[in-house]
């Protein structure tokens, strides 16, 4: 080097500091778990500067190309709204929006959260204690380990962490059982790619190439999506689909296969259980019913059908947007279904892949080290809005919670049933923690702030979801400021509030290996990934092609058969209606909850920019509402016009885009996922409109059920 360099410690002789590469991997909430490098600039004494992160070949699927969001994660690193110390509420400030607080230091902060836990499990009982977590950080080292040994030994209440992936998982695991699904690299030899409820370019972007590739060879592409997003421009087929009909157009499709004698009759027989209640299921589902119901028409409906039926190998990428509905889990397992039913598995490029489709599992739980107290109530993280207010219907017998622990999470702009959230949290009997990166909106209605580490500060094991690729990423540099890794957070929490036990593992290498050793992975593979700290590929190509479903692997079902129809599923879906008054079951669909007040659907799909809230403090906004022109027109609406879209929850004050790039369907309105308050003109998002009843299977969030009116402000 031959200059200087401005650093907080001043002007740094370059002869003092260096630049350095260091390897990393991507935990955040995201598929595709891209493998990385690191540019940093070190100084001795002197704080490391993130120069650059770019994207590595350790990977063989993300081969070197991130995403802009972390290309530039330098800027959350050092960002000026960066969280360096705790920090505690000034006892003059309100909670909320421009809350006032005041630097402590971490004994002081750990002392008056340990206190105050104690105080509560003592006062209203351990179960009063909620910590609400999400996928912030998505790895097995920094959420479900020290902070679930925590909350066991405080009796505190479990949390269903069921804002996404619960109904598609529910019915992946009684389908399917876990298993692997068609790896994406497959994807180029397919003949025909369905790419369900899933847009790559936002979410898993790897994807996109890889669909190129397979279409400049001759593939034909279907893509079941609302919006008019840019790959459902290049598709041969695009399904406008009506939100929340997914399962009315997988049961039409087949019963189209049933109907017709498609169904693939050698592979039911051998493979599968439950076909017989599943062709019942869909006997109910004509095209031109489900052609009302989807508001697609019966033509294209047709058509998907008989793309399936007549190329081969089809592959079908089943995304998140089915399943945030009431009928969410009968749509996955619907959709999942057709891989079945249609005769997609057994050729290179064909068969199924969602989420839920993981060469890994990791278990957290393996290494908790306590014990799991019997019969604590779970509170849905869809629901914690009421629950804070006390509503006995989602208190599941137990005391209000009074302690709050937020960590990995935003709720104030993630959760739905926004304005239940914020008056919540607003309580002044109610303490909560809230630990962060950078200050969020839900940070502002903190009693303590506890600063965080991000991925670059924090040893991780994380794997990817739908992708085949596993990791044991090493830090790559010291925390900035004072911030904390959530084992060190939890673990002085544990220590202070004398619940520490004798033998007790806190060291995180250890942990980590007692997670990796529950996996299928052989003993040297794990060695070899500990010990490089690098990315480990479940499944290697071998004879040209990954391992393949129902070739390479059975289902991990009981029987090692895909049930198409599990009986307690049938069951499980049957009595969440019963709580509503509805009939239901397996495949039963709810109808459209549109009302003639509110007619219009309101989606909120993830945006380029943000996973979920992660990095809203990067993003101006404001945020638009996306509106069809027809739907714009009858309400008077131009380009640009600021509007109230609202509903009996809530409204949100934005402008809208009409027509254009991403134009949703008639009937379907959008609203980009995780906005902050800053992204809208009255500081509430989607979510202040969305519902919080919970899906037919899993208990998933049912954002897309929200149903709204939109007009002029
Ligand atoms: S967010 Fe996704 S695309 Fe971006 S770097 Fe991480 S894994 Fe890759």
Redesign the pocket.
């Known amino acids: 080097m031959t200059s200087t360099a401005n650093t907080q410690q001043g002007i740094v002789p370059d002869s003092l500091a260096r630049e350095v590469e260091r390897a990393s991997h991507?935990p955040?909430d995201?598929p595709?778990?891209?493998s990385?490098t690191v540019t940093l600039r070190e100084e001795p004494g002197g704080p490391t500067q993130v120069l650059k992160v770019t994207g590595s070949e350790h990977n063989p699927f993300?081969q070197g190309v991130?995403?802009s969001?972390?290309r530039s994660f330098g800027d959350r690193v050092h960002s000026a709204e960066r969280l360096t110390t705790p920090l505690i509420r000034k006892a003059s400030s309100p909670k909320g929006p421009g809350a006032e607080f005041e630097t402590a230091s971490w004994d002081d902060a750990l002392d008056l959260v340990a206190k105050q836990l104690l105080r509560v499990q003592r006062d209203h009982g351990g179960e009063a204690i909620l910590p609400v977590s999400y996928g912030g950080s998505n790895g097995a080292l920094t959420e479900g380990l020290m902070d679930e040994r925590l909350w066991r030994r405080l009796g505190a209440s479990r949390l269903s962490r069921d804002l996404c992936a619960t109904s598609s998982g529910a019915a992946f695991d009684g389908l399917l059982g876990k298993m692997p699904g068609t790896d994406l690299r497959d994807y180029e030899y397919a003949k025909l790619i369905v790419v369900w409820g899933q847009n790559p370019k936002d979410s898993g972007?790897?994807l996109v190439p890889t669909i190129k590739a397979a279409q400049a060879k001759g593939a034909k592409l279907v893509v079941v999506d609302p919006r008019s997003t840019g790959l459902a421009r290049s598709a041969d087929l695009h399904l406008a689909i009506h939100p929340g009909t997914d399962l009315c157009l997988a049961l039409a499709v087949h019963n189209i296969f049933f109907g017709k004698g498609w169904q693939a009759d050698a592979f039911l027989e051998k493979h599968t259980t439950g076909v017989a209640k599943l062709r019942d299921a869909a006997a109910l589902w004509t095209v031109d019913k489900a052609a009302a119901e989807t508001r697609l028409d019966s033509a294209d409906i047709e058509r998907l059908a008989e793309l399936l039926h007549e190329t081969s190998p089809a592959v079908i990428r089943a995304g998140w947007g089915p399943e945030r509905c009431r009928n969410g889990g009968s749509a996955m397992a619907a959709i999942y279904a057709l891989a079945a039913t249609c005769g997609l598995y057994g050729e290179k490029g064909g068969g199924l892949t969602s989420s839920q489709s993981r060469a890994v599992q990791l278990k957290s739980e393996v290494a908790v080290g306590a014990e799991l107290p019997a019969g604590l109530r779970t509170i849905s993280l869809s629901q914690v809005g009421r629950a804070l207010l006390g509503h006995a219907d989602v208190l599941d017998g137990g005391p209000t919670p009074h302690f709050v622990f937020n960590y990995n999470c935003n709720a104030a702009s993630t959760l739905p049933n926004q304005n239940a959230v914020l008056k919540g949290l607003r309580r002044e009997d109610l303490f909560t923690v809230v630990s962060e990166q950078v200050m969020t909106d839900t940070a502002y209605y903190a009693d303590v702030i506890l600063p965080a580490t991000t991925f670059l500060e924090h040893d991780e094991v994380s794997a990817g979801y739908g992708a085949t690729f596993l990791t044991h990423a090493r830090k790559v540099m010291e925390a900035v400021g004072e911030a904390r890794t959530n084992a060190a957070m939890f673990g002085g929490i544990i220590e202070r509030a004398g619940l520490a036990q004798p033998g007790d593992a806190t060291e995180l290498d250890p942990l980590a290996a007692a997670i990796l050793k529950e996996t299928d992975l052989a003993d040297s593979q794990r060695q070899a990934l500990t010990r490089t700290g690098g990315t480990l590929t479940a499944f290697e190509i071998e004879n040209g092609r990954a391992p393949m479903p129902f070739v390479d692997h059975l289902p991990r079902t009981p029987d090692q058969k895909m049930n198409l129809f599990p009986e307690d599923l049938d069951r499980e879906a049957h009595a969440r209606a019963q709580l509503t008054g509805a009939s239901g079951g397996l495949y039963v669909y709810q109808p459209d909850p549109a009302t003639t007040e509110y007619p219009l659907a309101l989606i909120s799909p993830a945006m380029g920019r943000m996973?979920t809230s992660t990095f809203g403090e990067s993003y101006a906004g404001p945020a638009p509402l996306f509106m069809n022109r027809r739907d714009a027109e009858v309400r008077g609406l131009a380009h640009g016009d600021e509007v109230r879209v609202f509903n009996d929850l809530g409204e949100a004050h934005v402008h809208v885009q009409v027509g254009g790039r991403d134009e949703p369907a008639a009937g379907t309105a959008v609203l980009l996922k995780g906005l902050w308050a800053r992204h809208t003109a009255n500081g509430l998002s989607s979510n202040a409109l969305s519902p919080d009843h919970l899906s037919d299977l899993g208990g998933n969030a049912c954002f897309n059920d929200a149903r709204v009116e939109v007009a002029p402000r």
């Open positions: 991507c955040l995201c595709d778990h891209c990385l993300t991130i995403c969001k972390v972007m790897h996973i």
